[in-house]
């Protein structure tokens, strides 16, 4: 039975290279999410006999990570408002060969790392889908 945790979700930066799992890790990610959203265009008019009709419009991408950094994984990631990050793929397992979201330019929107006396060094990052950038997402 294929497992349903999330626990070995893991996400890779310039994933261009050749292998199973080609490019860097952007290590000690806690959580990823990519969310998929249209514009909720109202069409409803006179023709549609009283019937809601609804259209989508532009759509958009909306990727959140969160994380803990460690000391000895070398100095925090450089993400900075504005800056990109290429070639990202983001796994459901570390043992997949294909990855559930492929992204070709992302642009950085916000990064935000705390650090508490008796906690760990945490970040979050907010990214969007960069101009020029596409995306694939696998249906299995």
């Known amino acids: 039975m294929a497992s349903t945790t999330g ?22 990610v806690q959580n990823w999410t990519v969310s998929l959203q249209s514009d909720r265009l109202d069409s409803t008019d006179s023709e ?6 609804i259209d989508a419009g532009v759509t958009g991408i909306s990727v959140s990570v969160s994380g803990v950094h ?8 450089d993400f900075e408002p504005g800056a990109f990050a290429e070639d990202c793929a983001f796994y459901l397992n570390s ?3 294909s990855s559930k979201h492929t992204f070709t ?6 990064c935000r790392s705390s650090a508490e006396i008796r906690g760990q060094i945490r970040y979050e990052i907010e990214m969007a889908n960069a101009v020029g950038g ?7």
């Open 7 to 28: 626990k070995y979700a893991i996400i890779r930066i310039d994933a261009t290279g050749s292998g199973a799992l080609p490019g860097t890790p952007l290590y000690g």
């Open 70 to 77: 460690k000391l000895t994984q070398g100095p925090f990631p």
């Open 134 to 140: 596409t995306w694939t997402t696998s249906t299995s």
């Open 95 to 97: 043992t997949d060969t």
């Open 105 to 110: 330019k992302l642009v950085v929107l916000s």
């Open 48 to 53: 549609s006999g009283g019937i809601e009709e």
